[in-house]
């Protein structure tokens, strides 16, 4: 058997041209969503994801605000940006990019937004709301992979689902998001006695350890979907002395000749992740007015 890849980017694409088409209906009525994000400190790698954020909303038609503090912004003037920014009525959604540095409580600064602008769904509100199946804000990156698994497979229901992670932003969501589409779920983790045993009881395998290729090849039960959500940076010899490559917490070479589908490492959760974030933001801003979710995106 050789697995289908799942193509994140190509799927990523199309929910953008939905957001695109929702927020033209939205402008039509005089709403503009809006998003602020607010980057504190020059990590490299945040820099880079704030700058694809900031484009791909633009892109959608949706207002982009950002916000740079710099590394050495005191936990009180974080906390003050984000109060501005609950009480301005241009703002629908607010990402605060993680990691902060490490002298602010990033616990904080979360509960500090308000829940109804919390598009990356990490406030224990809209986490309980989630979890007792009442309309949330919901992690960018679960529900994307619900998305792609759902693309490979339209009706999850009855499946039995195995989720490998078990962290606030990826694990214990995306267990959640299965359980409402009626998924048998296990939620698996370091401590789990049998974990390859455990994997191959999955129809869909969620994998979520950050650990490089930890999940091998006769671990996956023939014909399963696998969404991979890992992203390491290991080392690549055959690319030359120093160099390194992207893989995923899957042996993808081992797993697509088992699995029926699977997602590649990069190109697939990876861009599903901030086409979400734009549509919790576009719900976010529906919400805000008492208007209707659009077609697609609800």
């Known amino acids: 058997m050789s697995a289908a890849l799942i193509d994140g980017t190509a799927q990523s694409e199309a929910l953008r041209g939905q957001i695109a088409e929702a927020v033209r209906t939205l402008r039509d009525r005089g709403v503009t969503p809006g998003l602020a994000v607010v980057l504190v400190g020059e990590d490299p790698a945040s820099r880079v994801y704030v700058r694809n954020k900031?484009?791909?909303?633009?892109?959608?038609?949706?207002?982009?605000?950002?916000?740079?503090?710099?590394?050495?912004?005191?936990?009180?003037?974080?906390?003050?940006?984000?109060?501005?920014l609950n009480a301005d009525e241009a703002v629908d959604g607010i990402l605060v990019q993680l990691p902060l540095p490490s002298h602010i409580d990033s616990a904080k600064i979360l509960l500090a937004i308000d829940p109804a602008k919390?598009?990356?769904?990490?406030?224990?509100?809209?986490?309980?709301?989630?979890?007792?199946?009442?309309?949330?804000?919901?992690?960018?990156?679960p529900l994307g992979c619900v998305i792609l698994a759902r693309s490979v497979q339209r009706d999850l229901?009855?499946?039995?689902?195995?989720?490998?992670?078990?962290?606030?932003?990826?694990?214990?969501?995306?267990?959640?998001?299965?359980?409402?589409?009626?998924?048998?779920?296990?939620?698996?983790?370091?401590r789990t006695r049998d974990l390859p045993g455990t994997c191959r009881?999955?129809?869909?395998?969620?994998?979520?350890?950050?650990?490089?290729?930890?999940?091998?090849?006769?671990?996956?039960?023939?014909?399963?979907?696998?969404?991979d959500v890992g992203i390491n940076r290991v080392p690549n010899p055959a690319a030359g002395e120093g160099k390194t490559k992207l893989v995923g917490d899957?042996?993808?070479?081992?797993?697509?000749?088992?699995?029926?589908?699977?997602?590649?490492?990069?190109?697939?959760?990876?861009?599903?992740?901030?086409a979400c974030l734009l549509r919790n933001t576009v719900q976010a801003a529906c919400n805000r007015r008492g208007l209707p979710v659009p077609d697609g995106l609800a």
């Open 157 to 190: 229901s009855g499946l039995e689902a195995v989720v490998v992670g078990r962290s606030n932003i990826v694990g214990k969501p995306v267990a959640q998001l299965l359980l409402a589409e009626s998924c048998t779920v296990t939620i698996a983790h370091s």
């Open 201 to 227: 009881r999955a129809d869909l395998l969620i994998a979520s350890v950050g650990r490089a290729e930890m999940i091998r090849g006769d671990w996956i039960k023939p014909g399963a979907t696998v969404i």
């Open 118 to 141: 919390d598009v990356d769904g990490f406030h224990p509100v809209n986490a309980g709301r989630l979890a007792t199946g009442q309309p949330a804000l919901v992690p960018c990156t």
């Open 54 to 84: 900031s484009a791909r909303t633009v892109e959608a038609g949706m207002r982009s605000l950002d916000h740079k503090l710099p590394a050495d912004a005191s936990e009180a003037e974080v906390l003050a940006l984000v109060g501005q």
């Open 250 to 274: 899957v042996a993808l070479a081992e797993a697509s000749e088992v699995a029926g589908a699977i997602t590649p490492v990069p190109g697939g959760v990876g861009p599903m992740t901030i």
